[in-house]
């Protein structure tokens, strides 16, 4: 088990700044590859950026490339995601998933753990 806890959401305005950051705790001695999702009231949760166990390969959603950049300390058990000039259509609900593989995933129903989600509000 993995269990996640994520931090660093708030309330910033269009072209502004935050950092998400995901600490993980319990079985993490294995390849766990991690990703970032986000989702809004009615919607499908989406990825946005995810990284893989393997080499660290990352990926992006084509609507936050450029402006959001994911990263992960294996040695502190954390993954960070830089997001730069935030648009409103960025508001969502933000969350840390992680999976049992060396390889990442852009599909919500491949990750086995969450963290409770982040709320980032983006006012224009």
């Known amino acids: 088990q993995v269990q996640l806890v994520e931090s660093g959401g708030g309330l910033v305005q269009a072209g502004g700044s935050l950092r998400l950051s995901c600490a993980a705790s319990?079985?993490?001695?294995?390849?766990?590859?991690m990703g970032w999702f986000r989702q809004i009231p009615g919607k499908e949760r989406e990825s946005v950026a995810r990284?893989?166990?393997?080499?660290?390969?990352?990926s992006y959603a084509d609507s936050v490339k450029g402006r959001f950049t994911i990263s992960r300390d294996n040695a502190k058990n954390t993954m960070d995601l830089q997001m730069n000039s935030l648009k409103p259509e960025d508001t969502a609900v933000y969350y840390c998933a992680a999976r049992y593989d060396p390889y990442s995933s852009s599909s919500s129903s491949a990750y086995a753990f969450w963290g409770q989600g982040t709320q980032v509000s983006v006012s224009s």
């Open positions: 319990g079985r993490t001695d294995g390849p766990v590859s």
């Open positions: 990284i893989s166990w393997l080499k660290g390969t990352t």
